[in-house]
Structures are given as C-alpha cells and as structure tokens.
C-alpha cells in the first residue's frame, strides 16, 4: 500500500495488475533508497494539478466575462499553466507577458461585469 500511495495509486489492486513483479520490486528497492526523491515527484505533480485546476477555471471566467461582455473568447487571453507555477516547474518556456497590471484588470472585468 506504501508503494501504491508513494506513486499516486488509489487503487492497490490496479497498480499490481499494471506492473509486473520485477518493475514492482524495482520500484521498492527505488524508494527505499530514495525517498526524497519521490517526496520531491509528489510535491511537483501537485503543484502541476492545482495549477492546472486553477489555469481550467481561470480561463473558463475569463471566456464567460468576454461572452457575457460581447466579445469572442480567444487562446490569446488565456492564462498558460507555466503562469500560475513556480520556477522550478515551469516547462522552460517563458510565461508570456501580461499588458495589464492586476488593478487595470480588475477594472476591466468590473466594468464588463456591472459590478
């Protein structure tokens, strides 16, 4: 259960069925040497997974105000993954630069929203 939990498993059973018993004896021998190393792997997907929730919902609003306001949704105006990451785990590519400064934006989506 320790493996399957250490390597983002919830069902045991589907895990044992997806490796073989040599891959699974690697795997323990690998996190008995290194358990910081998948401590590290853990923290990164996490950060990726929310910042992808984050990214989904953000886009969604943005999409939902520029409608709502008359306006045709664009990728242009959308938040990219690496913009809500920390260095460490961005994918290399520069997050692009924002024209607005948080309170212009804030402005604009208030005045498109009547709020």
């Known amino acids: 259960m320790q493996v ?7 069902d045991v059973d589907e ?6 018993p040599q891959q699974f004896d690697e795997w323990v021998a690998f996190l ?12 990164a997907h996490d950060w990726v997974m929310n910042a992808k929730m984050a990214a989904e919902l953000i886009n969604t609003i943005i999409a939902a105000v520029t409608a709502a306001s008359g306006g045709t949704p664009s990728k242009e105006n959308a938040v990219e993954l690496d913009e809500l990451l920390p260095p460490e785990y961005r ?8 024209v ?4 212009d ?3 604009m989506l208030r005045r498109m929203t009547g709020l």
């Open 91 to 98: 994918s290399g590519k520069a997050p692009k630069k924002r």
């Open 4 to 10: 399957a939990w250490q390597l983002g498993w919830v």
């Open 100 to 103: 607005l400064s948080d309170r």
């Open 32 to 43: 008995s040497l290194e358990p910081a190393a998948t401590a590290q792997s853990k923290h």
């Open 105 to 107: 934006g804030f402005k």
């Open 15 to 20: 895990m044992l069925e997806a490796v073989s």
